[in-house]
């Protein structure tokens, strides 16, 4: 589980991972969303930058949509479907945390066995990653 909030937590945890991994975007109701999508290629950005990587069209896709609004984090955010809805409830703030990058250096880890998530460890790199996904610094 990743969000702007942990990203470079998330991007060390996958760096590191010799596992093979999937990234899945949530969506709202169904639909692609901006924010997920943005994220995920903000997460292909640093790993191709990192070495050799497979990617398919959906991430492509992502990382073309990270290169064209990742610089306008907040912008982008207040078009979306979903920041608009936090807009139009007077949750201005929300969307403001929401795109606060490296907030946390916390990554998941989902524990099969006993079926919950948990924290897999406590990353220290913070700012790293954002430099070099060409998000933007507050």
């Known amino acids: 589980i990743g969000a702007l909030v942990n990203f470079s937590a998330i991007c060390e945890e996958l760096e590191s991972s010799n596992t093979p991994f999937h990234m899945l975007c949530a969506g709202t109701n169904g639909s692609t969303a901006l924010e997920d999508t943005l994220l995920a ?4 950005d ?3 930058d990192a070495g050799a ?7 492509r896709i ?6 064209q609004h990742g610089c306008v984090l907040i912008s982008a955010l207040e078009l979306s479907a979903g920041g608009r809805h936090l807009l139009d409830l007077g949750m201005d703030e929300d969307l403001k945390s929401a795109s606060a ?8 880890e989902y524990c ?9 460890r406590m990353h220290a790199g913070g700012d790293f990653y954002r430099g070099q996904s060409g998000l933007p610094f507050p």
């Not at 992502?62 to 290169?67: K, L, N, P």
């Not at 990058?101 to 998941?108: E, H, K, N, S």
């Not at 099969?112 to 897999?120: D, L, N, P």
């Open 46 to 48: 640093v790993l191709v």
């Open 53 to 59: 990587v497979e990617l398919n069209d959906s991430a």
């Open 62 to 67: 992502a990382w073309d949509a990270h290169e």
């Open 41 to 44: 290629g903000a997460i292909v």
């Open 101 to 108: 990058i490296d907030q946390f250096g916390l990554a998941p």
């Open 112 to 120: 099969s066995r006993q079926g919950f998530i948990t924290a897999a």
